[in-house]
């Protein structure tokens, strides 16, 4: 396939080639990777390391598709051609003019997505691997909520969120592929039905939050929410009418972990570590909506805080008890620093199984540290056990595990 220059129908794009495997009809062998956070805290593409090397890592395992769970551009990191390193040395950063500043327009916006697709990693991966898309805050500006006001922060001239938000959306629409909702098209979550073993829903943890707060309420309603009654409702029809095998749950944000926003709580979890509040009053009715009926074999895989660890949510060790056992497992960053580890709120039980993340009083690693991570889940056509295996930038196994379904 070539592309054709329609200001010189003479000129032809050099001949690109791409590939993508349909989801199977009948039991086979499932294979993905995920993981998230691209070009953030100022670590962009360094021609000296060969790129994002990450994404040949990915492509390595040849894929079915890769689950991208959010934080795709960093629109509200601008790139300096060179960043100082703990050493001494100097780590180098392609630049355009689109990453000089914070994204305030739509060219700008656009200009992010196109600046990852300068790393040829990034191109020959997009070429081999079909892609599942989500996004977080880093897409419109950094810990983004609907009603949010941009308030001591001089790098923003355009001062509305609601025009930011709605830039960052065509934009985002424009560069990562998705099926088009005629009903809604600028809606993210949906259901990715992939054969009989797998079903993959994909969350939007951005668009229907209330604002980012530490008043945490007992009794739900808008302020609470973070996924919002209706994409709720829409999650629980959709994984009572699954007839797959595994219901793999893809969440920008982790449940468990404490992410901070000032004062605030910018992720689920608050802190409180008794019955749930605020947020976790939806977390706690859907997960005791997932018990009540039966639906087996849910697990959660999301990013967002830049290392990597996999939790299993045991409701023995809970405060909030009405739910089943799941795992959860966190990957990422796959170019961007590297921060952690969080705390853990014990409402649901959380117990760490695996963590890799910097030294305390480290933050912000550089790629070149070596603290990038994605996961990968392969899942056995004959006995359908799902493996999942955290993974770091080299391909090596950090951690595996092996989960047998229910019958």
């Given at each position: 396939m070539s592309f054709e220059d329609l200001g010189d129908l003479n000129s032809l794009s050099e001949p690109l080639i791409g590939r993508f495997r349909t989801a199977p009809a009948d039991k086979r062998d499932v294979s993905f990777v995920w993981g998230g956070d691209v070009v953030g805290q100022g670590w962009g593409i360094n021609p000296d390391l060969g790129g994002m090397t990450i994404f040949k890592a990915m492509a390595g395992l040849e894929p079915d598709f890769f689950l991208h769970s959010g934080d795709s551009i960093y629109a509200d990191g601008p790139l300096a051609a060179e960043k100082d390193l703990p050493d001494g040395s100097k780590w180098k950063n392609l630049v355009i003019e689109e990453k000089s500043k914070v994204a305030e327009t739509l060219a700008e916006y656009r200009g992010n997505y196109k600046y990852n697709l300068m790393d040829e990693n990034l191109r020959a991966f997009n070429a081999a691997v079909p892609m599942l898309a989500q996004w977080d805050d880093h897409e419109t500006r950094n810990n983004w909520y609907p009603r949010q006001i941009i308030g001591n922060d001089d790098r923003y001239q355009v001062q509305s969120l609601a025009l930011l938000s709605a830039y960052s959306g065509r934009a985002f629409h424009d560069y990562m592929p998705m099926r088009i909702d005629q009903?809604?098209?600028?809606?993210?979550?949906?259901?990715?039905?992939?054969?009989?073993?797998?079903?993959?829903?994909?969350?939007?943890?951005?668009?229907?939050?209330?604002?980012?707060?530490?008043?945490?309420?007992?009794?739900?309603?808008?302020?609470?929410?973070?996924?919002?009654?209706?994409?709720?409702?829409?999650?629980?029809?959709?994984?009572?009418?699954?007839?797959?095998?595994?219901?793999?749950?893809?969440?920008?944000?982790?449940?468990?972990?404490?992410?901070?926003?000032?004062?605030?709580?910018?992720?689920?979890?608050?802190?409180?570590?008794?019955?749930?509040?605020?947020?976790?009053?939806?977390?706690?009715?859907?997960?005791?909506?997932?018990?009540?009926?039966?639906?087996?074999?849910?697990?959660?895989?999301?990013?967002?805080?830049?290392?990597?660890?996999?939790?299993?949510?045991?409701?023995?060790?809970?405060?909030?008890?009405?739910?089943?056992?799941?795992?959860?497992?966190?990957?990422?960053?796959?170019?961007?620093?590297?921060?952690?580890?969080?705390?853990?709120?014990?409402?649901?039980?959380?117990?760490?199984?695996?963590?890799?993340?910097?030294?305390?009083?480290?933050?912000?690693?550089?790629?070149?540290?070596?603290?990038?991570?994605?996961?990968?889940?392969?899942?056995?056509?004959?006995?359908?056990?799902?493996?999942?295996?955290?993974?770091?930038?080299?391909?090596?196994?950090?951690?595996?595990?092996?989960?047998?379904?229910?019958?």
């Amino acid at each position: 396939m070539s592309f054709e220059d329609l200001g010189d129908l003479n000129s032809l794009s050099e001949p690109l080639i791409g590939r993508f495997r349909t989801a199977p009809a009948d039991k086979r062998d499932v294979s993905f990777v995920w993981g998230g956070d691209v070009v953030g805290q100022g670590w962009g593409i360094n021609p000296d390391l060969g790129g994002m090397t990450i994404f040949k890592a990915m492509a390595g395992l040849e894929p079915d598709f890769f689950l991208h769970s959010g934080d795709s551009i960093y629109a509200d990191g601008p790139l300096a051609a060179e960043k100082d390193l703990p050493d001494g040395s100097k780590w180098k950063n392609l630049v355009i003019e689109e990453k000089s500043k914070v994204a305030e327009t739509l060219a700008e916006y656009r200009g992010n997505y196109k600046y990852n697709l300068m790393d040829e990693n990034l191109r020959a991966f997009n070429a081999a691997v079909p892609m599942l898309a989500q996004w977080d805050d880093h897409e419109t500006r950094n810990n983004w909520y609907p009603r949010q006001i941009i308030g001591n922060d001089d790098r923003y001239q355009v001062q509305s969120l609601a025009l930011l938000s709605a830039y960052s959306g065509r934009a985002f629409h424009d560069y990562m592929p998705m099926r088009i909702d005629q009903q809604n098209p600028e809606r993210v979550y949906r259901v990715i039905r992939y054969g009989p073993l797998l079903d993959v829903f994909m969350l939007d943890m951005r668009s229907y939050r209330g604002d980012n707060s530490k008043d945490l309420q007992a009794t739900a309603g808008p302020d609470t929410a973070f996924m919002g009654p209706e994409q709720v409702n829409w999650l629980k029809r959709e994984l009572k009418a699954s007839r797959a095998v595994w219901k793999a749950i893809a969440a920008d944000m982790p449940i468990g972990l404490v992410v901070p926003d000032g004062d605030n709580f910018e992720a689920i979890a608050n802190k409180e570590g008794g019955p749930p509040l605020g947020r976790e009053l939806e977390i706690a009715d859907l997960l005791s909506f997932i018990k009540q009926n039966g639906i087996a074999n849910t697990v959660w895989f999301t990013a967002d805080v830049h290392y990597a660890a996999a939790h299993f949510y045991d409701p023995n060790q809970a405060k909030f008890q009405d739910f089943e056992p799941f795992w959860e497992f966190v990957s990422g960053p796959l170019n961007a620093g590297t921060f952690g580890p969080n705390e853990l709120d014990p409402t649901f039980g959380p117990q760490i199984k695996f963590i890799k993340a910097p030294e305390p009083g480290q933050s912000n690693l550089a790629p070149s540290a070596g603290y990038q991570f994605f996961g990968h889940v392969r899942i056995d056509a004959v006995n359908a056990a799902m493996t999942v295996t955290l993974k770091d930038m080299k391909n090596q196994d950090l951690y595996r595990v092996e989960l047998t379904p229910a019958v």
